[in-house]
């Protein structure tokens, strides 16, 4: 049974657009040119309850707009949307209190307000019961350790610390889905590991539905296994991390140190990228060639020092899908 | 509505934060209330004006600087405003709240906080005036009663308004230019600058016609004793029936307004 569904999303903008410069500006007052940009493009998914799915795509590909729908503050143009059986744009009041949201660029916490008024007025928005209030807090405000800045009013937080309330904030209710528009964004490395295991645990511990948005791809490849890819409006992919990997990663670069080369040596599904006095990097195709084949022949051709095998980083290979693309 | 009260004692211990903001202001009221008291005593004392006594005009004065941020229009909240331009009011939806109640509390809020720090030392001060710059006590117990409540109402009053002229920034993007002539307007019609006792004319008629006149002219006449008990309950319920027609037509314009947002970006 799919938690989520969608069905045939379409959401289209109309981009109002002017040419520089004063005689244009006087134009546009009489009439106004504009396109229509493609934001969602028919696209389609289920998720299963308990699911983390990273939701993945370029800037402007409309992952943004897509999260939008889900949460119910978009209106989508057509198509349809059923999330734990709501209509999240129809039943919005109701459906929202299901859901937690966290949205990187944008605060949703009151910023003159002390972080634990925020939280206070949180619960009566709510209306979540004294005992669960409790309860909650205590086991949020100790794995994200707040206790430091709960009296800090939100605009003095750095961004770290705020980003942690912001998660804190969005799970007092206790909600089925989770979505999470770049978590990380801005965040330095500790900080963006210990909101990783966040996240993990709370999935794991709470069953939370968690949808993911993220330009940094280690994010994806700790949080999540599935993976939905779009591009243009259009959704280009739908499934497993190695699969896309797998997928998009048949070639390995290997790196030969040696001593005393007599000649570079010819062979098939390689491409030599960069050669110097005492080393030589390849591209292998894994699909017709082995390292250790290589390896034995260039061993007839020299004295080998070291090699080095590197794996394609998953950046590379999202940036060869969204290549191959075109986008 | 638990979540509503918690949110309008939030604004209103954040409002009072600002405290050298209430001191500008404080300042400023000060300097205005006593501009006018001066003015307008050396004026009655070379004409005789029938409408109004010069008793009855400094408790006008006074009250209207004392009370100034309950019944000033032009008291707009620029993190709503901007929420709206740069698409930020699409995440107040997420959370489960009607918005127009929810920003009616914060305008409300604003204003209780921005009085609270200000009225109780004009009062004082313009009670310590020598006679006839002075603020007097109300007119009865009742008028006082009276005052309060059509107070409270004024307050209720305007913030329809503002709401009104905030949605409406949904659909021109910067509502600048609409705040400012509705704004202007409401403010003369208010007796805001100008008492509507010393109007006269069409002005005179227009005023009596509009709402704005019920935010504060009605309360402040109703405590000098210049508008008497009845005729303060006929324009109560006259305003009434102004607050509810605000408040649907407000109403009305957010629905819409939120139906067509679109959010760039992100």
């Known amino acids: 049974m799919s938690f989520i569904t969608v069905k045939n999303l379409n959401k289209t903008f109309k981009v109002y657009e002017r040419n520089s410069g004063l005689k244009e500006a006087f134009k546009t007052l009489i009439k106004r040119k504009y396109k229509l940009v493609h934001a969602v493009d028919d696209i389609s998914f289920d998720i299963k309850k308990g699911e983390i799915v990273g939701y ?5 590909a409309g992952k943004s707009t897509t999260i939008k729908m889900l949460c119910g503050i978009l209106k ?33 916490l009151w910023w003159d307000i002390p972080v634990m008024d925020s939280f206070d007025l949180l619960k009566d928005i709510y ?128 790196e030969i140190l040696y001593n005393n080369l007599i000649k570079t040596p010819e062979v098939e599904n390689v491409t030599i990228l960069k050669k110097e006095k005492d080393k030589i990097l390849l591209e292998v195709d894994m699909s017709n060639q082995t390292i250790s084949n290589i390896v ?26 969204y290549k191959g693309l075109n986008l | 509505m638990r979540g509503y009260i918690s949110y309008f004692k939030a604004e209103l211990k954040a409002g009072l934060q ?59 909240d620029e993190t709503i405003i901007n929420s709206i331009k740069d698409g930020t009011v699409a995440y107040e939806l997420l959370r489960p709240y009607d918005l127009y109640t929810w920003w009616y509390v914060k305008l409300v809020a604003k204003r209780y906080a921005l009085v609270l720090l200000r009225c109780v030392p004009i009062v004082i001060f313009a009670c310590f005036l020598p006679v006839p710059y002075n603020l007097s006590l109300p007119f009865s117990i009742f008028t006082f009663l009276m005052f309060l409540l059509t107070m409270f109402l004024g307050t209720i009053l305007v913030t329809t308004i503002n709401m009104i002229v905030t949605s409406l920034a949904f659909f021109t993007n910067e509502n600048r230019g609409i705040s400012s002539i509705i704004y202007t307007i409401a403010d003369l019609l208010e007796g805001s ?11 005179l008629i227009i005023a009596s016609f509009t709402p704005f006149r019920f935010i504060e002219d009605l309360p402040f006449r109703l405590y000098s004793g210049h508008i008497d008990i009845t005729t303060g309950f006929k324009d109560i319920s006259i305003e009434l029936i102004w607050i509810i027609g605000f408040f649907i037509i407000g109403k009305l314009i957010l629905k819409k307004a939120l139906s067509k947002v679109s959010i760039q970006g992100g």
């Open chain 1, 296 to 321: 034995k022949v260039y061993s007839d051709y020299c004295e080998i020092k070291d090699i080095n095998v590197y794996n394609k980083t998953i950046d590379e290979i999202i940036y060869e899908l």
């Open chain 1, 76 to 108: 989508p143009d057509s198509g349809e949307i059923t999330i734990a059986g709501f209509n999240p744009f129809k039943d919005r009041v109701k459906y929202v209190k299901n859901i937690g949201v966290v949205f990187g660029q944008k605060s949703q």
């Open chain 2, 18 to 76: 600002y405290k050298t903001a209430a001191l500008s202001g404080l300042t400023t009221q000060f300097f205005w209330g006593i501009i006018f008291a001066l003015v307008y005593t050396s004026f009655y004392k070379h004409t005789t004006i029938q409408d109004i006594n010069l008793k009855e005009l400094m408790d006008y004065v006074w009250l209207n600087q004392a009370f100034f941020a309950l019944i000033y229009i032009g008291i707009n």
């Open chain 1, 56 to 60: 993945i795509g370029p800037n402007g």
């Open chain 1, 127 to 254: 209306k979540i019961s004294d005992e669960d209030y409790k309860k909650n807090l205590k086991e949020l405000i100790e794995l994200l350790q707040l206790e430091k800045f709960l009296h800090t009013p939100v605009r003095q937080l750095s961004l770290g610390e705020r980003m942690r309330c912001e998660i804190c904030a969005s799970l007092l209710h206790n909600p089925k889905i989770l979505f999470l528009d770049e978590p990380t964004i801005g965040l330095d490395a500790v900080s963006k590991v210990r909101v990783r295991k966040f996240i993990k645990e709370i999935n794991k511990k709470r069953k939370v539905t968690i949808i993911l948005t993220s330009h940094d791809m280690q994010d994806i490849e700790s949080l999540t296994n599935r993976l939905i890819v779009i591009g243009h409006g259009k959704k280009l992919y739908d499934g497993t991390l190695s699969g896309i990997k797998h997928k998009f990663s048949r070639t390995k670069k290997l």
């Open chain 2, 193 to 203: 600058q100008i008492p509507l006792p010393l109007l006269s004319g069409v002005i």
